[in-house]
């Protein structure tokens, strides 16, 4: 998650994203959302997060992964590569004093997201042993 203000810009941004560094990771975080994916779609309707922030789903691919039937009920969200959020605000926000409350409310918002979205990493590190000590 982020902040920038691009020069010369007429808005504020701000997003919360996910992107995958690794096939590893991805095939994890996918493997959680065919298993949960009722739960995805609940937070993705949270009006708070609808009201704050805009949903978009990077580079998705154009056809079903491999090893998820074209009909599986979550196949919309295991599509993207990346999911995240975004919001731009006034540029005239970035100097007063409201921006750092507008940018903690938009993370707050998101964070449940990129807390499921993380669930399966978490676990995954979990699992590893600590500089290769049991």
């Known amino acids: 998650m982020g902040w920038r203000r691009p020069a010369a810009a007429a808005s504020t941004s701000t997003s919360g994203r996910k992107d995958c560094a690794s096939r590893e990771q991805l095939i994890a975080i996918r493997r959680h959302i065919a298993e949960h994916h009722a739960e995805l779609r609940r937070l993705l309707a949270a009006k708070k997060l609808r009201s704050l922030m805009t949903e978009f789903q990077g580079m998705p691919l154009t056809r079903a992964p ?3 039937a074209p009909d599986h009920p979550a196949i919309d969200l295991l599509l993207p590569r990346q999911w995240g959020f975004g919001a731009s605000l006034p540029v005239e926000t970035a100097t007063t004093p409201a921006l750092q409350k507008e940018i903690i409310a ?4 998101a964070a449940p997201v990129v807390e499921f979205l ?5 676990a995954a590190l979990r699992k590893r042993p600590l500089f290769g000590l049991n």
């Open 106 to 109: 938009r993370f707050k918002a």
């Open 118 to 122: 993380n669930a399966p990493l978490a």
């Open 66 to 68: 491999k090893g998820y």
